[in-house]
């Protein structure tokens, strides 16, 4: 696999080297995926992978971005898979939350709200491609599941001539056996990326 010489290099390469000495029976166990003796299969909004080992090489629906490969890594070597209780936190609620929001802040929620808080239209189509099952909650909610038994829910609150758009973005709650606050902003990241490829083709830019 040729690691891209960017800001998200260093970290592939870190985290490919630990992979590559990994025991993959353990990591298929711990994560409850399927595994073949020679490759993991893994889904990512719908979107079905497979990464041999120790080589880490992907296919698939699509190639993985790097952002994306990191996510997998990161899960499979320190990741665990647990049921849902029926429960969401937002971002602060999980352990060292505090310590990043600003940059989830930045990064995710005002991202999202700006980006769809004057075209609910759009988010609804978007996400309609996604699949995405629609909330109740909020003026334009939305859950996903990222990865099996992991549900992310964007809520919107549209703005007028008084407030700016909000929005908030809850995890199930079993997110925090899965992935550390610092994931989960490349979590938000991840999504809100595909959700303008999306939209970019559905209105034909």
């Known amino acids: 696999m040729d690691v891209v010489n960017n800001k ?4 592939l390469e870190h985290y490919l080297a630990l992979f590559q000495r990994g025991d993959p029976a353990e990591m298929a166990a711990r994560c409850c ?20 080992h120790p080589d ?8 993985p971005t790097n952002p994306e490969r990191i996510l997998f890594l990161r899960y499979l070597l320190d990741g665990r898979y647990a049921e849902p209780s029926g429960a969401y936190l937002t971002y602060r609620e999980f352990p060292w939350g505090e310590v990043y929001l600003q940059q989830f802040t930045g ?8 980006s769809y808080g004057a ?21 334009c909610g ?7 038994g992991l549900a992310i829910q964007f809520l919107l609150w549209l703005g007028d001539d008084e407030f700016p758009p909000n929005a908030q973005i809850l995890f199930s709650d079993n997110f925090r056996w899965a992935f550390t606050a610092e994931d989960l902003a490349n979590v938000g990241d991840i ?7 999306l939209g970019a083709a559905l209105e034909g830019r």
């Open 142 to 148: 939305w859950e996903v599941d990222l990865m099996e």
């Open 8 to 11: 998200e290099g260093k970290p």
């Open 56 to 63: 880490f090489a992907a296919s698939g629906d699509r190639e």
């Open 107 to 114: 990064r995710c929620l005002k991202r999202f709200a700006f």
């Open 33 to 52: 995926l399927p595994f073949d003796g020679k490759r993991f299969t893994i889904t990512l909004l719908g979107e079905s992978f497979s990464l041999s």
């Open 119 to 139: 075209r609910p239209d759009l988010l609804s189509r978007i996400m309609e491609k996604l699949p995405a099952r629609r909330l109740s909650r909020s003026d």
């Open 191 to 197: 999504v809100l990326n595909r959700m303008k490829r």
